[in-house]
């Protein structure tokens, strides 16, 4: 049975005593265990975050890793090194990283394979902006997104990934995507991949939600039958929202 998440990509956000003290305040803090919780500090922070929640149900991952396995490539780090500090999770695909960085899906692609590669969890992002919605073709792009990024895996592979929706017009900007079209977003990808896998694989892959998501929306969001949990920016940078939203269940 799929699990429900909530993720909180902290950006590039927060010195090193901000980080640290918040990563201490999540882990302290009460919320149901039955929710895998996940924090995505800046890159830096990782190994020490990682460190303060080892002992805690909460997991850390990272914002970005490579494509590559390792080598001549100034300023990456590799899924390797990332797991030997102590991630469990890399987020990959994200809005600002296609949009800033030119990630297209064949490169998230290769690095959903070396993810999964170093025996860490993809959570793979996708979700259109304002333009393709207006167009009627955010049903399309989604889709494109989500086999070319992680289609060419096996069934077996499919399962160890995590997908978000992040409706690229609700990140950062307070308008959230309504219950409903969340809930018929995350249904299309959910019948994507029923129609590629088969209805029992489909069913065990969690989909989260991102884009606005707070306390005072969750539990509505999270009350949609493939609505998984959420993939949390600005909520997720003050421990006690975050926790909100991880009780909201
Ligand atoms: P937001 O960001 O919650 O601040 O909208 C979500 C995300 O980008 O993952």
Redesign the pocket.
Known sequence: MRKNIV?G?W?MNKTHAEATALANDVVGSNYAHEVQLIMFPPAVYVSEISKIAASSNVAVGIQNSSQHESGAYTGELSTSMIKSVGANYV?VG???RREYFNEQNDVCAAKVDQILKAELTPIY?CGEVLEEREASNHFNLVQSQIEEGVFHLSADDILKCVI?Y?PVW?????VTASSDQAQEMHKFIRTLLVDKYGIDVANDISILY?????PSNAKELFANADVDG???????LNASDFIAIANSF
């Open positions: 993720a990509n950006k987020l994200h809005s600002e992002c978000a992040e609700a990140i950062g900007t307070g991102g884009g606005s998501c707070k959420g993939l949390i920016g600005g909520a997720s």
